[in-house]
C-alpha cells in the first residue's frame, strides 16, 4: 500500500508550537486506552522523524516522563496541548495527536484500538505496526 504522502501541518492550541508531517490522505491512527493517552483523547500518527519537522516552538516545549521514562511526552508550556511525542514503542519515530492537525488535508481516519493498559502483551501481540518505510 503505497500512497502518496501529503504535507499536514499542526500544532497546538496556543499555535507556539507548528509541525508538519508527511503522511498518506487518509491517515490511519491509534486510539489508546492508558492513563495518560485516555486522559488526553490521543490519537496516535506514528511516523519516522524523518517525516516530522518541527517548525517552530521548541523553545515552548516541557518534557514529562513517567513509569520506564521512555517515552518523552512534549507539552507546550503556555497551553499544555501535548501535539506530538517520541514513543516508548517506536523510539525512532515520532506519534503525532492527528486531533492536533490542522483537518484540510486530511480526508479521513481508520481508528484502530490500542490496549495501552497492558503495553507489553499488546506489544508482544504486534497491535502497533513498524515504522512505514
Known sequence: MNEPLVRHSGGC??????????????????????SICAMSGYLHLIVPQSRFTLDSGAEALTTYR???????????????????????SHPDGVSVNAR????????GMDVKSFDGQHWELSMQDGALPALPG
Open 66 to 88: 513517567f513509569n520506564t521514562g521512555m517515552a518523552q511526552h512534549l507539552f507546550c508550556s503556555v497551553c499544555g496541548v501535548k501535539s506530538f511525542y517520541i514513543p516508548r
Open 13 to 34: 492550541h496556543c499555535r507556539r508550537v507548528r509541525f508538519h508531517v508527511l503522511a498518506p490522505a487518509r491517515l490511519a491512527v491509534s486510539e489508546c486506552n492508558c
Open 100 to 107: 492536533c492537525l490542522d483537518g484540510a488535508t486530511i480526508a
